[in-house]
């Protein structure tokens, strides 16, 4: 039988396994939003690069987002 320790020590690690995934979803949905409102649509190569985006700092991420054309951004990858 597991103690409470234990048990709390698995609750805490499982919090933040789904706050981390939580976070990631948000972030990957906030890429999403921003594509689309830049470029109107997103296509497969602009979906290809979301895992890069999510790479960069958030700042980093919006300001390349904003300002790059769509070549440059694909050139991220």
Known sequence: MKTMQEIDTLYEAEMSRVR????????RANILGMLIARF???????????????????????RSIITLSRAALLELQ
């Open 40 to 62: 109107g649509a997103i296509d497969p190569e602009l979906e290809a690069l979301i895992p890069t985006l999510m790479d960069l700092d958030p700042v980093q991420r919006a």
């Open 20 to 27: 981390s995934a939580g976070r990631e979803e948000a972030d």
